[in-house]
């Protein structure tokens, strides 16, 4: 047993830790900056009940519409008669199924690649990549806002690490000149940027990729299923699908919203890091009913279009009518992500609590999520999202801005 003195040791550490982080979340919480969760008692769909009242849905990475598709729930049940609950084991011990390697054939021919490797989150596939793959001859080549996950993941690795001005070409290409003597060079980009909703210029990275003899990796993972002409991304959108060496993407967005991401490559690549990603080799393999349901996820986006397209309207409907109204909407015209730039972090929070009253989720971002300065309310459009939802929150953003000054 511990003595008297002993315990009022013990006791005095773990109130000094707790004075320390307090003092830490009052400034967080001084600077408006402060995150709270709000709770949602349905499935996520555009329609949604959160505080015991229904309201709509503009923030949730649903891009297609599937996190409550029926078909997809079906699916995952059957598999879970079929292939039960969980693997309880990583990949290369005991935790691959028929299944598991099925998704990863279905991803490869979706994207047109060689090979496909499933990890537990694109978080995971982003950490295990650069460490797998590259050492301290190489150099990677990383644009300034890229996610945070290829940020953490490039820290891991040896590699000569060069950050790029965002979406600057004229940056990139110095950054490239500077690294002739490295083994291998990677550009890495997001393919389009989650909180700005912008597009990475492709065919100039391609241009100067092969000018520099360098490789491209871009992560999709708010673009796989919904950009480009058949949902195959901005590869596809650009025109330059058989230019990229990597792709990083996830099945937790737009691909049904669960879980998993994965990298699809070369046979060579997804061979060496099925050798040496950590995340791989260190974690329990996806749950087979997810995997089965994405399975069937890929199958309807390689017969259809149609989410896709319905997704396309919904984009060009809001971001007419926000732009007209006055608003300042970033990213790309076709983007489904559409921030509404306000500023101030106190006042994105109390805009979208007012939009909360008109029955109209969405979340205020503010540093450190985006830059000090730059606070916004990031829109995210979904196919599942009728046209006069759209309208409706269209018509909720232009009251609360009239209120707060901002149109």
Excluded: W
Aim: aromatic share 8%; glycine share 8%.
């Amino acid at each position: 047993m511990l003595s008297r003195f002993g315990k009022h040791f013990f006791s005095t550490r773990k109130e000094a830790l707790k004075t320390l982080i307090t003092r830490n979340l009052n400034e967080i919480k001084e600077a408006g900056t402060y995150k709270t969760e709000r709770v949602i008692s349905s499935p996520q769909a555009a329609q949604i009940i959160s505080g015991n009242k229904e309201v709509l849905n503009f923030c949730a990475n649903n891009y297609l519409g599937l996190s409550n598709d029926k078909e997809l729930i079906e699916t995952a049940k059957k598999t879970l008669e079929t292939h039960g609950f969980g693997m309880s084991s990583v990949r290369f011990i005991c935790g691959t199924q028929d299944i598991h390697k099925n998704l990863e054939k279905k991803i490869s021919e979706f994207h047109k690649m060689e090979d496909t490797i499933l990890f537990p989150s694109a978080f995971d596939a982003n950490a295990g990549f650069f460490e797998a793959i590259l050492t301290n001859e190489d150099a990677v080549i990383s644009d300034a806002l890229n996610h945070a996950s290829i940020i953490d993941g490039i820290r891991l690795c040896k590699a000569n690490r060069h950050r790029y001005n965002h979406l600057d070409m004229a940056d990139l290409e110095e950054k490239l000149k500077a690294t002739q003597s490295a083994r291998l060079r990677f550009i890495v980009t997001d393919g389009v940027f989650s909180m700005d909703g912008d597009f990475a210029p492709l065919p100039q990275i391609v241009e100067l990729a092969k000018k520099y003899d360098a490789y491209i990796y871009v992560d999709e993972c708010h673009s796989t299923g919904f950009i480009g002409e058949t949902g195959r991304g901005t590869p596809e959108l650009f025109g330059v699908t058989d230019e990229i060496d990597v792709v990083c993407s996830t099945l937790g967005k737009a691909l049904g919203g669960a879980t998993g991401g994965y990298i699809t490559s070369s046979t060579e690549v997804v061979d060496l890091l099925r050798q040496k990603a950590r995340p791989y080799l260190f974690s329990n393999a996806i749950a087979p009913a997810v995997a089965g349901a994405s399975i069937k996820v890929f199958e309807r986006l390689m017969k259809s279009s149609d989410l896709p397209k319905k997704l396309h309207a919904n984009t060009r409907l809001f971001r007419d009518r926000m732009n007209s109204a006055g608003f300042k909407i970033l990213g790309h015209p076709d983007s489904a992500i559409a921030p509404v730039l306000l500023g101030d972090a106190r006042l994105a929070s109390t805009v979208a609590d007012e939009l909360l009253k008109e029955g109209i989720y969405v979340i205020g971002f503010s540093f450190p999520v985006v830059p000090k300065g730059q606070a916004r309310i990031r829109v995210q459009l979904s196919a599942a999202h009728t046209q006069d939802q759209v309208n409706k929150c269209v018509d909720a953003f232009i009251k609360v801005g009239k209120k707060f000054n901002v149109i």
